[in-house]
């Protein structure tokens, strides 16, 4: 599917949108959202929207092998057919958790290699139920603040801050565990706050963008075609305000999708 042309639009409109917005307010200048991709409108050969898709959210403080550390864990699973997104915290957990004892083994096992890609022992050592997943994500600090600032900064109160103090202010697991579990799920529903508020002009970049943008590192998927398709539409979902955002516990049961 070719989304240059509609990306080219709205990019347009966006810019227009920033100029005038600052004269009379930005939710006049919103275009309008285009209807949400159904089975009958997507190209054969496309994944189904049936089927929940899961992905490996790891954070570091940075991105230097030598001295990278575990910030988090998360399990991102996208359900198209419910426009629903569940996220699941492995790394930090609640003392309390069934996730603890596995979880505080994640930060001991930890590493990056030259490729920034996670030691096996990592993986081998992440909950059994979170297999399958189609891919994991690498970003340090400096990238979540990037992408933090790509989506236009987060609101507090009536202040939009930067990427920069947003990160600043999330407590490292190393400093306070249980503090920095519940500082993380603080950024991640403030992030899904944010987009389903329609009235708030955002920018509207694809998937592929924001990973070069911000120097995601990801783990080349079996189908990296089928994983930027169901991204692009995640992301796409995500800007137009359409998606829940759930925190939920026990680990969700994956619904098998073929490759």
């Known amino acids: 599917m070719n989304n240059k042309p509609v990306l080219l639009v709205i990019y347009g409109l966006s810019a227009i949108c920033l100029i005038i917005g600052s004269i009379i ?30 992905y490996l959210l790891i954070g570091t403080d940075t991105a230097n092998p030598l001295t990278a550390r575990l910030k988090s864990t998360w399990l991102i699973t996208y359900i198209p057919s419910q426009d629903q997104i569940w996220l699941n ?25 030259s490729n920034k890609e996670v030691s096996a022992e990592f993986l081998d050592a992440l ?3 979170v297999y399958p997943f189609e891919t994991y994500f690498v970003i340090d600090d400096s990238g979540f603040a990037r ?13 939009i801050l930067p990427g920069v103090r947003v990160i ?34 955002k920018p509207v970049h694809s998937a592929e ?47 098998s999708n073929p490759h």
Not at 34 to 46: C, H, K, M, V
Not at 91 to 99: A, E, F, G, R
Not at 235 to 248: A, D, M, P, Q
């Open 25 to 54: 307010g930005f939710k006049s200048c919103l275009p309008t959202p285009p209807p949400p991709p159904n089975a009958e409108t997507l190209p054969t050969q496309t994944p189904s929207l049936t089927y929940s898709y899961r």
């Open 127 to 129: 909950p059994e139920n």
């Open 168 to 201: 600043g202010n999330l407590t490292p697991p190393w400093v306070d565990l249980l503090q920095a579990w519940i500082d993380q799920q603080s950024l991640f529903q403030s992030i899904c706050e944010h987009f389903n508020n329609t009235s708030i002009a």
């Open 89 to 113: 915290s492995l790394y930090p957990t609640s003392p309390d958790s069934p996730l603890a004892q596995e979880s505080s083994e994640l930060p001991k096992v930890f590493l990056l290699d």
């Open 147 to 159: 992408l933090i600032d790509i989506l236009g900064g987060l609101p507090k109160g009536e202040e």
């Open 209 to 255: 963008e924001i990973a070069n943008h911000i120097s995601l590192f990801y783990y080349p998927p079996i189908d990296q075609e089928k994983t930027w398709f169901i991204l692009n539409m995640l992301v796409e979902n995500l800007y137009w305000g359409r998606l829940t955002c759930s925190f939920v516990y026990p680990l969700p049961i994956p619904t």
